[in-house]
């Protein structure tokens, strides 16, 4: 009974790592990355963000050419007005690795004059990693099939591994 135990222990800790693996996510998807002037403006990087679920430590990834774009991290207050004044945070080489290192809302934008108020603005909440709350969404339908963001593979393993485990807990469950 003890050594059952101490094994369901043990693949629920193993599954709780597999759940909880960071993923990365491409603003914008890879083809449009972090722009001004998105296709149909503000709403592009909204619907972006629409489509995925942020976990803590997850990463973004802006890609963008340095010295054309940049990412500013901001309060919401600031957000909303487009003043970049104040950053919190401040990448200026593209592509910028931003890991969302908390749960709740975080606020970005583009310092380039202009480049907000055109639409290059994002917002994202961040959940923390556990079953119930955080079920991972499917990436987006309008990722070109060639090029599936980067992502993707460890999602595939991940979901594969999670499988393997599921078997050994049911074979553990009932040898006993
Ligand atoms: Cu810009």
């Known amino acids: 009974m ?33 722009t001004s002037y998105p296709p149909g403006g503000a709403s592009f990087y909204s619907n972006w963000a629409s489509n995925h679920t942020f976990i803590v430590n997850d990463t973004l990834v802006f890609k963008f050419e340095s010295g054309s774009h940049s990412v500013a991290e901001l309060t919401k207050n600031n ?34 004059s202009g480049h907000c108020s055109s639409g290059q603005k994002l917002s994202v909440e961040v959940v923390t990693g556990n079953f119930s709350s955080a079920p991972r969404k499917a990436p987006s339908s309008s990722t070109p099939p060639s ?12 979901t594969t591994f999670s499988i393997f485990i ?5 074979k553990t469950l009932f040898q006993f």
């Open 166 to 170: 599921t078997t050994i807990t049911f």
């Open 147 to 158: 090029l599936p963001p980067s992502g993707s593979s460890a999602s595939v393993a991940s």
């Open 79 to 112: 957000y909303e007005k487009c003043d970049k004044n104040e950053k919190i945070e401040f990448y200026v080489i593209g592509p910028a690795r931003v890991t969302l290192n908390r749960a709740g809302r975080f606020y970005f934008s583009c310092t380039f």
């Open 2 to 34: 003890g050594q059952l135990r101490k094994n369901v222990a043990i693949i629920v800790a193993m599954i709780m790592i597999v759940v909880t693996k960071a993923e990365e996510h491409i603003v914008g998807g890879e083809s449009i990355g972090w």
